[in-house]
């Protein structure tokens, strides 16, 4: 939803900003390596760095590679729960459930309208006809409403309200959602539904959302660091001292447990890869907050989480658009063009697009 700064902004979490702009650049990049992958079956070459890529684009086998980038949509869900708690708190506290439960819905509402705008161009696109009859052949509402990324926000960020609203403690939730993960775990473990690693689901096991389940349980996990930040705004320091980097690391150290037991996995978010980015997103907004404190505060990541829906939206439905009419023969033989067309024409725009709504006073809120 498009907007102009609220009353419920809470201006002394910048450094929050800070650390979403962060997430908002990492994004970008994603978007951007997705498009620049060779493929060394086909002999195609790489032009963008394989690091800033998910690695099952190089590497198809069990346990998958993780990038950075990989666990990239868990951290951007870590802090839609996290940002959600703060905005749909709010409201609950100055103007009770009907406030807070119309936010939710106007927000769900909004990132459903763009997942059908998405679904909408993507499919008239591929067949050449905007017709609606030839859309709405290929038209997937299961898609749409549960497994697009659009769509994985959407239930995301809807469990996250439904989980503040049911379990006002924070430990308990944060207790809860782990439980759930073990749930999660389970299932995947006894291979009881499909975990997308056979080509057409060779064993023929159900096929549920895993990956929008846990990316959901990563959101709910995000809204428990939001709330111990609010309940102790009022000495942040010793939030961070007592919550958020000790949480953080015990987060961390689980993960690396797991990863014997249950490798990290992208394609179906399981518990492993869930506390891997809780801990990475806990530990950046704590290194945000610490550089905050000491007067570092960088204009283009402000931007940028301020309107991290923008760069979502930005990333998601045009990227695709740019470099298809881009000459792929010209950017393989000259490195100089790959490096200005496809690794930074793309990042200042969205950062040139950021930075000029900053500068009104607009967000694209999620």
């Not at 309200?161 to 473990?189: C, D, E, K, M, S």
């Not at 506390?275 to 990541?301: H, S």
Request: charged share 15%.
């Amino acid at each position: 939803m498009v907007e102009l700064r609220a009353k419920f902004d809470h201006e002394r979490f910048r450094w929050l900003d800070q650390a979403r702009g962060v997430v908002g650049l990492l994004f970008i990049v994603s978007g951007i390596t997705w498009f620049t992958n060779g493929s060394l079956v086909m002999g195609e070459s790489n032009l963008g760095p394989t690091y800033l890529d998910h690695g099952y684009n190089y590497y198809q086998g069990i346990p998958p590679m993780i990038t950075i980038i990989d666990v990239g949509q868990s951290i951007f869900l870590f802090m839609v729960g996290l940002s959600g708690y703060i905005a749909f708190s709010s409201r609950l506290q100055q103007g009770g459930a009907i406030m807070a439960w119309r936010y939710a819905v106007q927000r769900v509402g909004v990132l459903y309208v763009l997942a059908t705008v998405y679904e909408y161009v993507s499919i008239a696109s591929s067949k050449g006809s905007f017709a609606y009859a030839v859309v709405m052949e290929e038209f997937s509402w299961w898609d749409l409403l549960v497994t697009d990324v659009i769509g994985i926000l959407a239930v995301g960020a809807a469990a996250t309200y439904l989980f503040i609203f049911l379990i006002r403690n924070g430990q308990l939730r944060a207790w809860t959602g782990i439980g759930l993960y073990g749930v999660h775990a389970f299932v995947l473990a006894l291979y009881l539904v499909d975990r997308n690693t056979m080509p057409g689901n060779a064993l023929e096991l159900p096929d549920w959302p895993m990956q929008t389940i846990g990316l959901a349980l990563v959101s709910i996990l995000g809204s428990c660091f939001g709330q111990w930040i609010v309940e102790g705004q009022a000495d942040l320091r010793q939030v961070m001292k007592v919550r958020v980097v000790p949480v953080a690391c015990y987060c961390l150290m689980a993960s690396y447990c797991m990863e014997w037991l249950e490798p990290s996995d992208h394609h179906v978010v399981n518990i492993t890869l869930g506390l891997l980015a809780a801990g990475l997103t806990g530990l950046l907004i704590a290194v945000m907050y610490a550089l905050y404190e000491i007067g570092i505060e960088l204009f283009v990541l402000g931007a940028l989480g301020r309107n991290l829906l923008l760069v979502f939206i930005l990333c998601d439905f045009f990227m695709e658009y740019y470099f298809s009419v881009l000459p792929e023969a010209s950017l393989v033989k000259y490195p100089f063009m790959a490096m200005v067309f496809l690794g930074m024409l793309p990042l200042v725009v969205v950062v040139f697009i950021a930075r000029y709504l900053d500068t009104r006073n607009i967000m694209f809120r999620i």
